[in-house]
C-alpha cells in the first residue's frame, strides 16, 4: 500500500475511535513489520495493510502458552473493530 493509503486509514481510525493510532510505511529490513498474513497477500500483488497493535513487543504472552483470552483487551478491541468498520464504510461510500 502506499503512504496516502495508510495516512487515509490513520486518519479515518483516529475519527472513529478514542485508541491511539501511529503508522509507518517502512520495508522488511524492519524487524517483525512483515510478521502477519498480510504479508502472504503481498505476496501474491494484492494490496493490504496490517493493523497490528504490535504484538510481541506490547504483549510478553503473545504467541505463547500464556496468550489466553484474560490478557487480551477487548474493550479496546471493540473499539477497533468499530473503526475498522468505519472506515470500511467511509471508502465504499467514496467509490460508489
Known amino acids: 500500500m502506499n503512504s496516502g493509503e495508510t495516512k487515509n486509514l490513520k486518519n479515518s481510525l483516529l475519527k472513529a475511535t478514542p485508541l491511539p493510532v ?8 524492519v ?13 501474491f500483488g494484492y494490496p493490504a495493510i496490517m493493523v497490528t497493535d504490535t ?7 503473545y504467541h505463547t ?10 474493550e479496546k478491541m471493540a473499539m477497533l473493530i468499530t473503526g475498522l468498520y468505519k472506515t470500511v464504510l467511509q471508502y465504499w461510500y467514496s467509490i460508489n
Open 22 to 29: 501511529y503508522s509507518i510505511n517502512a520495508i522488511p529490513l
Open 31 to 43: 524487524p517483525g513489520i512483515d510478521f502477519s498474513d498480510h504479508l502472504n497477500y503481498w505476496a
Open 55 to 61: 504484538s510481541f513487543y506490547r504483549n510478553k504472552h
Open 65 to 74: 502458552s500464556a496468550d489466553t483470552w484474560q490478557t487480551l483487551d477487548y
